[in-house]
């Protein structure tokens, strides 16, 4: 795609939307630069995390364009705090391991699955709960997506991608969970450019693919200390 705008284009008001990335590592930053200049409203949201204040799913968050949101930790992100308490925002919290296996599962067709994580909790409440081996066992459903926004170090024209270190976590399952997986690249390369072994989401997923624009690649807590000499 030429650029970001034309790569999300068609996303839609109250359309469910992935996004990938661990904190602000990997995360689609020029797609959701892109969406929120289109000002798209009543997403139904699925990331591991929100981000922080005033950059990434936090722009969304500021725009209004977020009505409810499945991802496992929102600590950095005091917006969404305050939305939750007042009710603006329909928040559920899924455990990350759980998080990861219902997109996964998604991706790979699989409509549901039994895991012991969460029993016993609030994350139990109205599921069903099964015995194995003397054990119990939450039922969870898989999750898919309208669009899938992820972020990749590189890639090529075929939609072929590679990712660096954390970014690894969230993006490439996303890819697989959605009709259409939207891939915004530092790196944008030739077919044959890529060692087909270090290939991570094969282009088969991946309907579209754009070169970012620009990355601030910020940091989402900074702890400093004083080191006496």
Request: hydrophobic share 45%; glycine share 12%; with cysteine.
């Amino acid at each position: 795609m030429a650029s970001s705008d034309a790569a999300i284009a068609d996303i839609s008001d109250g359309m469910t939307v992935m996004l990938g990335g661990f904190g602000l590592c990997g995360i689609p930053e020029n797609l959701i630069a892109a969406l929120v200049r289109k000002g798209v409203q009543n997403l139904r949201t699925i990331s591991n995390n929100m981000g922080v204040d005033g950059f990434g799913m936090g722009l969304m968050l500021e725009a209004g364009m977020i009505a409810s949101h499945i991802g496992s930790y929102v600590g950095e992100n005091k917006l969404l705090e305050s939305l939750v308490v007042a009710g603006r925002l329909n928040l559920t919290l899924v455990p990350q391991g759980t998080l990861a296996e219902r997109i996964r599962a998604g991706g790979a067709g699989i409509p549901a699955f039994y895991t012991p994580a969460g029993v016993g909790s609030q994350v139990a409440e109205g599921k069903e709960v099964r015995d194995f081996d003397g054990r119990k066992y939450l039922l969870e459903r898989a999750l898919t997506a309208d669009f899938a926004l992820v972020k990749a170090w590189r890639g090529d024209r075929l939609g072929n991608l590679i990712y660096r270190k954390t970014a690894r976590n969230f993006n490439p399952i996303m890819a697989t969970a959605a009709k259409i997986a939207v891939a915004e690249v530092e790196e944008l390369v030739e077919p044959g450019e890529i060692d087909p072994d270090e290939v991570v989401t094969p282009g088969i997923y991946v309907k579209r693919i754009v070169k970012g624009e620009r990355y601030e690649k910020r940091i989402e807590r900074k702890t400093v200390w004083r080191v006496e000499l």
